[in-house]
């Protein structure tokens, strides 16, 4: 039996095309400039995405809120220089702006690299910025982090907007006009209605778990899981364990409390956002410290959940790589893929499921952006 397994998956790896649907791994290019695509610590290295057949992968280009207004747009250009210079240059990877362009790299055997933008605030409240991202590749973006925006409400933070405001409306629409994909992944629940409500397109959330499993305002309600795949939208699961269990988040708060006096006192009369920038990333770092762990089991609970509530064509992998500082332990990179893949299998997956949970969801959720 068990040979039979490895044969099946061996042969079901083959054939099988692996996209995610979310990770951060530009900022580390950005980080240690030049090739750190081969930096050793990362998720994503040029041997790990061999090792674990990465295909296509949505590259986030994330800034951090504290550039501010005219800061973030020069810092997004900053992080695609990156991606350009060490991912795309080099030829392991290739640009690709739609599904026919994603299978022509795949058959030249580069890693397709989607381009998306995390944080509304990025554009800086204009349309014409974001025509310009458009025009360089970006095809996702992202509404909010994990604060609030001018125009859209962010579920790390207090209610500003009640969703989304008049402005927020109208770079929906752009969005939709220019086939972007709305991300909501960090949205507030009445922003996703919102969204739900005034936007033509499917939407997704590129790295969202499931609320019933994680009782937390990062992941998504069952009405807003049954909301998106109604829509025929996309649902990609994050790796992180904080989001997976409340216990392991629970400590992480701890942790958060734990670090406030440190936080406030390394930030305090900082205003350069670098180093804003690095304090805030190594306090997300010190929160994971002495936490639980778990296996990748609790990925596929929330797989099995989010395809239990939204059908079995919602669901796929936002691993959140290289932005998650603490992984499942049998999926510490990208190389662990096929472990992912094996237990799929093994908890009753169908082949045409796996198939359809490791890429093949995304790829058609994306094909109504062509
Ligand atoms: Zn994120």
């Known amino acids: 039996m068990v040979i039979y397994i490895r044969k099946l998956n061996k042969d079901l790896l083959k054939n099988l095309l692996i996209f995610d649907s979310h990770c951060d791994t530009v900022n580390v290019l950005l980080e240690d400039d030049p090739y750190i695509i081969d930096k050793k610590d990362a998720h994503l290295t040029q041997e790990k995405i061999i090792k674990g057949g990465l295909k296509a992968q949505f590259f986030a280009i994330w800034v951090n809120p504290v550039y501010g207004f005219e800061g973030s747009q020069k810092k997004a250009m900053k992080l695609y220089n990156a991606l350009e210079n060490n991912l795309i240059s080099t030829g392991f990877g290739e640009k690709v702006t739609s599904v026919s362009e994603m299978a022509k790299a795949i058959k030249n055997n580069k890693l397709a690299c989607w381009i998306s933008i995390e944080g509304g605030h990025i554009i800086e409240n204009s349309t014409v910025k974001l025509q310009k991202f458009h025009e360089l590749g970006v095809r996702s973006m992202t509404l909010t982090h994990s604060k609030n925006n001018d125009w859209a409400d ?133 929160t994971v410290e002495g936490t639980g762990q778990i296996d990748l089991n609790a990925i596929i609970d929330n797989i099995t959940h989010i395809a239990d509530i939204g059908g079995t064509n919602c669901v796929g992998i936002g691993s959140d790589f290289d932005g998650i500082p603490s992984t499942p332990t049998d999926l510490k990179d990208v190389s662990g893929y096929p472990a992912l893949v094996n237990r799929l299998y093994d908890r009753g997956f169908s082949v045409e499921q796996i198939r359809k949970i490791m890429g093949l969801n995304l790829i058609n959720y994306m094909k109504y952006f062509d």
């Open 154 to 286: 962010s579920n790390g933070d207090e209610p500003r907007w009640d969703g989304i405001n008049k402005l927020g409306r109208q770079i929906i629409y752009k969005m939709d006009e220019m086939k972007i994909a709305i991300d909501v992944s960090h949205s507030s629940d009445k922003t996703i209605e919102d969204v739900l409500e005034c936007s033509s397109m499917p939407i997704m959330a590129s790295h969202t778990c499931a609320r019933s499993i994680c009782n937390i305002r990062r992941n998504l309600p069952d009405s807003l899981i049954k909301g998106i795949a109604e829509k025929k939208g996309y649902i990609g699961v994050n790796f992180f364990p904080g989001f997976l269990n409340k216990k392991i988040w629970d400590q992480i708060f701890k942790n958060i409390k734990k670090y406030e006096k440190w936080f406030e006192e390394k930030t305090k009369d900082q205003d350069n956002p670098d180093v804003l920038n690095k304090i805030e990333i190594d306090l997300y770092k010190k």
